[in-house]
Antibody, heavy 120, light 107 residues
Framework: QVSLKESGPGILQPFQTLSLTCSFS??????????VGWIRQTSGKGLEYLAT???????YFNPSLNSRLTVSKDTSNNQAFLKITSVDTADTGTYYC????????????WGQGVMVTVSS | DIQMTQSPASLSASLGETVTIECRAS??????LAWYQQKPGNSPQLLIY???SLADGVPSRFSGSGSGTQYSLKINSLQSEDVASYFC?????????FGAGTKLELK
């Protein structure tokens, strides 16, 4: 049974770096064609696909945020990570991690989401 | 990026009614379209993929159709538990993009 859960700082200040962790079970990033995707939901842009990290350490970043995003993984501990540098209030929202399959463009499994607030 | 235009933005319907939500892509997405349901405080849940395939466990009153740039989600015989927001997503191109959502309420 696939399950994902995001964790993060909750609140941070402008210009800081947001670091999020996705802890998952029921699949492995050591398996071919497997990935973890990151999606956020903000009042300004709605649902926005951010990035994916794949089993082979290939990565995709949404060009609109490319320079600010970093994704990584810890395959042994079933975790994936997202970092966004230099946050501002527009980054306030709920961040989701999802299971991603190479041959499926849709998202079967989502985490519960973690709320992130950027405020001075 | 492919723009996904969803309509209406909000919708009020009665129990038992049939509801249709539309999604228009800015270019042909070749049926690479999914629909999600999101209830308040919850994450989106997959309803439909490949434009017309029902996801596991989704009631048969939900159906999807369309091709090219025009797609729709139909809910037959609206139930109280269908009160939610609905989103479309294209996965024909990167970056995958979502519609702005339709908020469905009971009349």
């Amino acid at each position: 049974q696939v399950s994902l859960k995001e964790s993060g700082p909750g609140i941070l200040q402008p210009f800081q770096t947001l670091s999020l962790t996705c802890s998952f079970s029921g699949f492995s990033l050591g398996t071919s064609n497997m990935g973890v995707g990151w999606i956020r939901q903000t009042s300004g842009k709605g649902l926005e696909y951010l990035a994916t990290i794949w089993w082979d350490d290939d990565k995709y970043f949404n060009p609109s945020l490319n320079s600010r995003l970093t994704v990584s993984k810890d395959t042994s501990n079933n975790q994936a990570f997202l970092k966004i540098t230099s946050v501002d209030t527009a980054d306030t929202g709920t961040y989701y991690c999802t299971q991603r399959l190479l041959y499926r463009g849709y998202f079967d499994y989502w985490g519960q989401g973690v709320m992130v607030t950027v405020s001075s | 990026d492919i723009q996904m235009t969803q309509s209406p933005a909000s919708l009020s319907a009665s129990l038992g009614e049939t509801v249709t939500i539309e999604c228009r892509a800015s270019e042909d997405i070749y049926s690479n379209l999914a629909w999600y349901q999101q209830k308040p405080g919850n994450s989106p849940q997959l309803l439909i993929y490949d434009a017309n395939s029902l996801a596991d466990g989704v009631p048969s009153r939900f159906s999807g159709s369309g091709s090219g740039t025009q797609y729709s989600l139909k809910i037959n015989s609206l139930q109280s538990e269908d009160v939610a927001s609905y989103f479309c997503q294209q996965y024909n191109n990167y970056p995958n993009t979502f519609g702005a959502g339709t908020k469905l309420e009971l009349k």
